[in-house]
């Protein structure tokens, strides 16, 4: 069925979607339920319905038993609720149902995180950001991701423009992406557009994720040899003020999360991922172009400590840089490789885009990207909204430089 929209503009920004083609949400639901903070133990599953609903949860493990357990339902934040799933087996398949007010979703299935411990298979991976826009592209990236399969998605933040209130979170992500959201785990940085309504109120009823400190919006996860690091470069806060004075709270734990990283033998690959990008080649009047300051503060440490990937929006183009360390090219396994991700959907006025010797890709295209994460490469594929290859690339592992520079890397 072809996924179409009908958009009213609002000045610069489209109002809601008219969800033609996309699944309907059965009353009373506001959103349907989706799969958050998954681990290699437990899991927790969000949705959204009516105060006063009457709301029950069910999980099983299809290869060990079929027999359903009822979940312990709580409050979230606001009309969000939400069941944890525990304890599970990791790296298994478990299934789930939710029931608002007697009426059943479900069963749903995702797959829990492997152990802590080398890859025995590829670990597959959305990439993505700058998408909750509503309009037609966004809506046919949606359709092409619904095609592949997926064991988590990391986002890189503007989930719900313009100013990520309840109904935007609603319309421009929960309702778009719902059938990925039910069985994909997600896992968000925060993006400006995130947290300018309600001082970002909505955006944490939104998720849920393994904070640090309570109040923090950056956390770390483990999916199996990953470390992935969401870093919040975009909260009004004294967190983000930190890092880029290279002290305080956020920093403090990004060092200590990072150097903890690197000492970890079962820690194969460590992948950051963060709404204002380090590297970017964006021009003209909507152009951001990469944070100078965030950059000066942050590269030292994951050249130090051997970031292999690191992902960013913000700017609405897509963008991949070569190998680099020091502000300089090197060679694969010698330094971070930057990917800029913002093609997700958002309105691409006002902006341009230059090259540089650093940057292996840069186009103004709308896009994700799918990151395939084996034992020793990282294999990566870049699509458009037509369902197009519009660029293939290899990451290969980095040491970092805190035990001396890898061997085989120049100076």
């Given amino acids: 069925m072809a ?29 349907t339920p ?19 609903s009457a709301d ?33 087996p990791a790296a298994t398949v478990v299934e789930y149902r939710v029931s608002a007010s007697g009426v059943r979703t479900g069963a749903h299935a995702f797959r829990t995180a492997p152990p802590q411990a080398p890859p ?9 950001g700058d998408s909750g826009w509503g309009g037609p592209e966004q809506l046919d990236l949606a359709r092409q991701m619904r ?22 979170f609603t319309e421009r992500h929960f309702q778009v992406y719902a059938p990925i959201l039910a069985s994909v785990p997600f896992y968000p940085a925060v993006g400006n557009h995130d947290v300018r309504a309600d001082g970002g109120r ?25 470390l992935f690091i969401s870093i919040d470069t975009a909260s009004r806060s004294r967190d983000v003020d930190d890092l880029r004075s290279a002290s305080g709270a956020q920093y403090e734990w990004l060092e200590a999360t990072l150097r903890e990283g690197a000492a970890d033998s079962t820690v194969r690959w460590m992948i950051a991922f963060e709404h204002h990008p380090l590297y970017s080649h964006a021009i ?38 070569w190998p680099v360390r020091d502000g300089r090219r090197v060679d694969p396994g010698c330094g971070p490789v930057h990917v800029l991700s913002g093609g997700g959907g958002a309105s691409q006025y006002a902006r341009d885009v230059q090259r540089s010797s650093l940057a292996a890709q840069v186009r103004r295209v709308y896009e994700f990207v799918e990151l395939s994460i084996g034992s020793s490469v990282i294999r990566a594929r870049t699509i458009d909204r037509a369902g197009i290859v519009i660029d293939e690339f290899t990451v ?16």
């Fill in 3 to 31: 996924v179409l929209a009908s958009i009213t503009l609002t000045g610069c920004y489209p109002g809601p979607v008219d969800p033609v083609g996309m699944p309907a949400v059965p009353a009373p639901y506001i959103r």
């Fill in 34 to 52: 989706y799969m958050q903070n998954v681990s290699d133990s437990a899991a927790w599953v969000l949705w959204m319905s009516p105060s006063g």
């Fill in 56 to 88: 029950t949860a069910w999980f099983r493990v299809p290869s060990r038993d079929t027999s359903w357990i009822g979940a312990t339902i709580e409050p979230h934040l606001g009309r969000t609720r939400r069941a944890r799933l525990s304890p599970l």
């Fill in 120 to 128: 025995a298979g590829e670990i597959r991976v959305l990439l993505f």
């Fill in 147 to 168: 095609r592949l399969e997926w064991d988590l998605a990391i986002h890189v933040g503007d989930i719900a423009y313009n100013d990520g209130t309840e109904r935007e």
């Fill in 202 to 226: 909505s955006y944490d009823a939104a998720f849920l994720w393994p904070e640090p400190y309570p109040g923090a919006r950056h956390y770390a996860f483990r999916w199996g040899a990953v």
């Fill in 284 to 321: 003209g009047v909507s152009g951001h172009g990469l944070d100078r300051a965030l950059r000066s503060r942050l590269m030292p440490l994951f050249e130090r400590y051997g970031v292999d990937l690191i992902a960013a929006g913000h700017d609405h183009h897509y963008e991949r840089t």
């Fill in 396 to 411: 290969r592992p980095f040491g970092g430089t805190h035990g001396g520079l890898p061997e085989g890397c120049a100076r």
